[in-house]
């Protein structure tokens, strides 16, 4: 399972869904489902992201381990 801190970081840059969204080229719809975990971006989008908060990808997604 993939899971992501992009509310905490866009919080933390102080930018709206709408705002995330237009700078990286998506619906706002995208970013609510990105947080909510129901979307798995491509590595396109989420390269994307990782340059709008300066950070590395693996700073901003990362792979949970499913239990068994």
């Known amino acids: ?7 905490e970081f866009r919080a933390r840059f ?3 869904q709408g ?11 995208t ?3 990105l947080e909510k975990g129901s979307y798995i971006p491509s590595l396109l989008l989420a390269m994307n992201i990782a340059e ?3 950070e590395p990808i693996e700073e ?9």
């Not at 399972?1 to 509310?7: F, I, Q």
Request: a positive charge; charged letters at 35%.
């Open 31 to 33: 970013i609510v489902s």
């Open 1 to 7: 399972m993939l899971v992501n801190r992009v509310k």
């Open 52 to 54: 709008v908060f300066n």
């Open 19 to 29: 705002q995330l969204a237009k700078k990286i080229g998506v619906t706002r719809q």
């Open 60 to 68: 901003i997604f990362s792979k949970e381990e499913e239990e068994k």
């Open 14 to 16: 102080d930018l709206t």
